[in-house]
């Protein structure tokens, strides 16, 4: 998969990125989260096959079985944070090292929950839709074992192959973090037109927390999967200078909007062919 374009320029209120650093409000956010990476065996950590290695005193980490064309264009997912059979997906979708459109559906939200019960003819979670193929359907485990056998090697690990306790461990890890994300915030704002993006991975307490919170604002948003041995860790230290995730841009916001761009022009330079308007 091509790379995305260069981020824009961060907003005047960004945080300054610190490594290992944890905000005193979100301690509690991150502790929970360490416990369900726990429970669920680092599930989601590592990119299928991973495999690490080392030459001339340089370590990489790359996959043995992952093919190396990625899928044209990004699957599209349907689903809330908070629950367990949505978790074994996202776990899965790290795994296989896709691209994947997040469409969040917790309690209160409608749009997508909407959407769902009219092309699939029920409100069920997690739902999948693969625009490189034309699969799409419900169902944890049928989803998993589509993704292992479309994007790896067909394989399906035993972390997501234990039936009822794979289910029951993934529920735990949301009971840790107090099932955050499976309802709708109040008052909460819509969307921008341009989705926003989030390099992250499922097994990691630190992306969690945004993860929620992107869930409970029900903002769709491009998943740039990033577990242990995905090429996409190379492609934001490329962006960025350094790997560290989280890493959220939304092109919707920043220091000037495309149109205040464009005003600001016409207001210096109105002879320009932008801003030149025609008499029909």
């Not at 795994?95 to 409608?110: C, N, R």
């Amino acid at each position: 998969m091509a790379s995305s374009s260069p981020p824009p320029p961060p907003t005047p209120d960004a945080p300054t990125p610190r490594l290992f650093y944890v905000r005193p409000d979100n301690a509690l956010k991150v502790i929970g989260g360490s416990l369900g990476l726990a429970v669920r065996a680092g599930a989601g950590a590592l990119v299928a096959g991973y495999k690490p290695s080392a030459a001339g005193g340089t370590f990489s980490e790359s996959s043995s079985v992952l093919p190396a064309t990625r899928p044209a264009k990004p699957l599209v997912v349907y689903e809330f944070t908070a629950c367990p059979f949505c978790r074994k997906v996202r776990e899965a979708l790290s795994m296989v090292d896709v691209d994947v459109v997040v469409k969040p559906t917790p309690k209160g939200e409608t749009a997508h929950r909407g959407y769902v019960s009219d092309v699939g003819g029920k409100a069920m979670f997690p739902y999948l839709e693969d625009p490189n193929t034309g699969w799409a359907g419900y169902e944890s485990d049928a989803i998993v074992k589509y993704l292992f056998e479309t994007y790896a090697d067909g394989s399906v690990p035993l972390s997501l192959s234990l039936g009822g306790l794979t289910t029951l461990t993934a529920g735990a890890a949301s009971a840790f973090r107090g099932m955050s994300g499976s309802t709708a915030v109040e008052g909460r704002q819509p969307p921008g037109p341009e989705l926003i993006e989030l390099w992250a991975y499922e097994a990691s307490p630190f992306c969690k927390v945004v993860s929620e919170r992107l869930c409970e604002l029900g903002l769709p948003h491009l998943l740039h999967t990033a577990a242990r041995g995905s090429v996409k860790r190379a492609e934001l230290k490329e962006l960025t200078g350094r790997f560290q995730v989280p890493y959220l841009v939304d092109p919707n916001t920043g220091p000037e909007t495309k149109d205040e761009v464009l005003e600001k022009l016409c207001e210096e330079t109105p002879e320009s062919d932008e801003c030149r308007t025609y008499d029909v």
